[in-house]
């Protein structure tokens, strides 16, 4: 098409206006991309984030290899089996997912989540040594304990080691200090209110914890086996140990008493009241064959004389050599 002479060519004014927008799009690109990987922006990054000397970059390997978003979403990506994690660490503090984690199956109580409390490292973490200014700190782990407490959870156990819980609970921090833009969203809808689950304050949950038992209780419980069933009920031991040979967490009760037990370190132990005492207190005295050191917490602190030795007759019921 040829140009009137004296006039501008008008496809040559389209050429040169369309070269000037792609370019003005390329500058903008180019722009973008480069804000994009500025820290200026104010997300964190996982390789900055530790806990107890756990890398968060370890913990997402951790998370994707036991394919937790077939399940899980973070940041709305993933599957909505279970729920959001993306700020579970803020709202229920490492003491409650260490108690969590390696026991899935069941929901912790009280009890499990003091245990873990009493480690150096998770109260340094969680800033407080207290497990009633624990719960004030987490409210959302007051909650779980006071309505979901010891209940079945449909989750299973699975077969983390102790440094998988470490490296896992150090990516779940990471998560719940990233900017979500307001993620998860609130619903909002005229006329109706979305109030959060009634929590049971700390103190509360100490006096029900403390509330004696009623005189059918207090018949039962005369007999130390029952007393021993049901302290190892209430304080989380069943979530990890069964009551036959079967193995979860930890191994399995069924004929524990009075029989020999390898050990890690080559050497073997007779399963009896002493050591079975020894082992509740400081399970780092005889760590059995198989299984990792630091994963069971001390009891020490937790249980007396008189709770351990119901448990040891709680065991010794389940079946052994010395009968």
């Not at 503090?93 to 969590?100: S, V």
């Amino acid at each position: 098409m040829s140009c009137v002479k004296g006039q501008p060519c008008e496809e040559g004014k389209k050429r040169r206006i369309a070269i000037a927008v792609l370019g003005l799009m390329a500058l903008i690109f180019i722009g973008l991309s480069f804000a994009s990987f500025l820290d200026s922006r104010g997300q964190v990054v996982p390789d900055k984030v530790e806990y107890a000397g756990h890398d968060a970059v370890q913990g997402k390997r951790v998370f994707q290899s036991y394919n937790c978003m077939g399940c899980h979403t973070i940041v709305g990506n993933g599957a909505y089996f279970g729920p959001d994690l993306t700020n579970i660490y803020a709202k229920t503090g490492p003491a409650w997912l260490e108690a969590f984690l390696p026991s899935a199956s069941r929901w912790p109580t009280r009890t499990a989540v003091q245990v873990q409390l009493q480690k150096p490292e998770i109260a340094a973490e969680a800033g407080v040594d207290s497990i009633d200014a624990y719960f004030d700190k987490y409210p959302a782990a007051a909650e779980r304990v006071e309505r979901r407490s010891a209940h079945a959870t449909i989750m299973p156990n699975l077969p983390f080691s102790s440094d998988e819980i470490g490296q896992l609970i150090s990516f779940l921090k990471y998560t719940s200090q990233m900017d979500t833009k307001g993620w998860p969203p609130v619903p909002q809808v005229d006329g109706l209110s979305f109030q959060q689950a009634t929590q049971m304050p700390a103190a509360a949950m100490s006096a029900s914890a403390a509330t004696p038992p009623s005189d059918d209780d207090s018949a039962a419980l005369v007999d130390p086996v029952a007393l021993g069933a049901q302290l190892a009920e209430e304080n989380g031991c069943t979530a990890c140990h069964a009551a036959d040979s079967e193995t979860l967490v930890g191994p399995g009760w069924g004929g524990l008493y009075g029989s020999d037990r390898a050990l890690e370190d080559g050497t073997s132990a007779h399963a009896d009241e002493p050591y079975l005492i020894e082992s509740i207190m400081d399970p780092e005295a005889h760590i059995a064959a198989g299984f990792d050191a630091g994963v069971m917490p001390p009891y020490a602190e937790i249980l007396d004389a008189e709770q351990v030795g119901a448990i040891v007759a709680y065991l010794r019921s389940l079946g052994g050599e010395e009968q």
